[in-house]
């Protein structure tokens, strides 16, 4: 029953990502910055399935940013859905999974883009635990997440600002051309 129930979850999910990606509108802190190409850019995501990976990569190709993949201490299993409920307990209850693999230069960059799979209708939790292992105060954070539904969107980008409050944060992306929403964010000129 439960497999049918996460089938159903994964059917509904995909079909939701297709129709309704062009009408989402988030509402988000409309910072604006210039385009400045001195600033030193660090591509940081979680991606247990590859799909965050894929964009991570495609952000990192268009600015040439340095990247990092954040690891769970306990790793998650290969098929997430096996782990669903240790998943859902971390992000209802707002739990902080160590991070394996803490970079110790996080604070050397001036843009954080950070990315995560939506689980539980937040960003993965592991990615809020790396997000406050650091001073990001004046830092421009710039979510960007992949989902099955946009549900969730809003809820996972305001989870993002909740644990970075001193950060300017920047438009996730939505879907379409990656190096357009990059100029649109004026990450690339
Ligand atoms: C346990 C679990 C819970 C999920 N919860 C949500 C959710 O609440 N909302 C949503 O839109 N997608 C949800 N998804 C779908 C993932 O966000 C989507 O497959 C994502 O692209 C996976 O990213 P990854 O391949 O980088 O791991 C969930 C997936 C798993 C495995």
């Known amino acids: 029953m439960k497999k049918f129930y996460l ?6 999910s995909v079909f939701a990502l297709v ?3 062009d009408d ?4 988000y802190p409309a910072d604006e910055i210039q385009y ?10 979680f991606s247990q399935t590859g799909n965050t990976e894929r964009l991570a990569n495609q952000i990192v190709e268009a600015t040439g940013a340095d990247v990092y993949r954040i690891e769970a201490a306990e ?21 902080r999974p160590e991070v394996a693999n803490l970079p ?12 995560s799979p939506i689980w539980w209708h937040n960003p993965a939790m592991v990615v809020c635990t790396f997000l406050e292992s650091y001073d990001l105060s004046g830092k421009i954070i710039v979510p960007f997440f992949t989902y099955g539904s946009t549900e969730y969107l809003q ?3 305001d989870k993002i600002h909740e644990v970075t409050p001193a950060s300017t944060h920047l438009r996730t992306y939505l879907g379409g ?10 990450i690339l000129q």
Not at 36 to 45: E, H, K, N, Q, T
Request: aromatic share 12%; hydrophobic share 35%.
């Open 7 to 12: 089938l159903a979850f994964a059917l509904v």
């Open 19 to 21: 129709s309704c990606q």
């Open 24 to 27: 989402f509108d988030p509402d």
């Open 36 to 45: 400045d190409g001195s600033r030193r850019i660090l591509v940081a995501y």
């Open 75 to 95: 790793p998650y299993a290969s098929n997430p859905y096996d782990d669903s409920d240790r998943i859902q307990n971390e992000s209802y209850n707002d739990l």
């Open 104 to 115: 110790d230069n996080v604070e050397d960059y001036d843009v954080i883009m950070v990315g």
């Open 155 to 157: 809820q996972s980008i």
């Open 177 to 186: 051309d990656v190096e357009e929403w990059l100029r649109e964010i004026h």
